[in-house]
T-cell receptor, first 114, second 110 residues
Framework: ETGVTQTPRHLVMGMTNKKSLKCEQH?????MYWYKQSAKKPLELMFV???????ENNSVPSRFSPECPNSSHLFLHLHTLQPEDSALYLC?????????????FGNGTRLTVT | DAKTTQPNSMESNEEEPVHLPCNHS???????IHWYRQLPSQGPEYVIH???SNVNNRMASLAIAEDRKSSTLILHRATLRDAAVYYC???????????FGKGTTLSVSS
């Protein structure tokens, strides 16, 4: 148990669907992150939120839309995805960015786009 | 953030020590050295981090070279559960989020 919970664990969606990934942490952290991990590639940073404000967008296509309603919850809204978007999507949280405290990761959502 | 270089893979036997090297020749004075590992089908897990002095915790030890251009993660007695991808990452305290490389895939045999 990492303290960061991601749902669903697995998701299969068609290219015309709209779905959302959810991340929740109750560790008292104020920074939350989305990473993407494609097969045989390093983790890629997608978005960073500090105190509910987006502080980094790593040139992510607009078909991925993050939302951070409070410091404990982070969503990734998905629409009109492509098959190459199939990957493991990982959420993490930490003390505010700029601190050297560790990141705590969830176990990810395995997304398959058909 | 400065770049790190790690071997693609390493092998170890159970109950033997494992030394995982990392080179970071362009490290700056304010870069911290972080280590994470990722077990199969899980998200990455924090292992240890340090700045200049060697560090120990319940999971591992971190040995940092005097010139800080390299470091070594030491697992004192490898177990089968230590088989994972180990990532060495440099992070400036005021910098962006962690940027992961390819890491070292550690295999442990019984």
């Amino acid at each position: 148990e990492t303290g960061v919970t991601q749902t669903p664990r697995h998701l299969v969606m068609g290219m015309t669907n709209k779905k959302s990934l959810k991340c929740e942490q109750h560790l008292g952290h104020n920074a939350m992150y989305w990473y993407k991990q494609s097969a045989k590639k390093p983790l890629e940073l997608m978005f960073v939120y500090n105190f509910k404000e987006q502080t980094e967008n790593n040139s992510v296509p607009s078909r991925f839309s993050p939302e951070c309603p409070n410091s404990s919850h982070l969503f990734l809204h998905l629409h009109t995805l492509q098959p190459e978007d199939s990957a493991l999507y990982l959420c993490a949280s930490s003390q505010p960015q700029g601190d050297n405290s560790p990141l705590h990761f969830g176990n990810g959502t395995r997304l398959t786009v058909t | 953030d400065a770049k790190t270089t790690q071997p693609n893979s390493m092998e170890s036997n159970e109950e033997e020590p494992v030394h995982l090297p990392c080179n970071h020749s362009t490290i700056s004075g304010t870069d911290y050295i972080h280590w994470y590992r990722q077990l199969p089908s899980q998200g990455p897990e924090y292992v240890i981090h340090g700045l200049t002095s060697n560090v120990n915790n319940r999971m591992a030890s971190l040995a940092i070279a005097e010139d800080r251009k390299s470091s070594t993660l030491i697992l004192h007695r490898a177990t089968l559960r230590d088989a994972a991808v180990y990532y060495c990452i440099l992070k400036n305290q005021a910098g962006t989020a962690l940027i992961f490389g390819k890491g070292t895939t550690l295999s442990v045999s019984s």
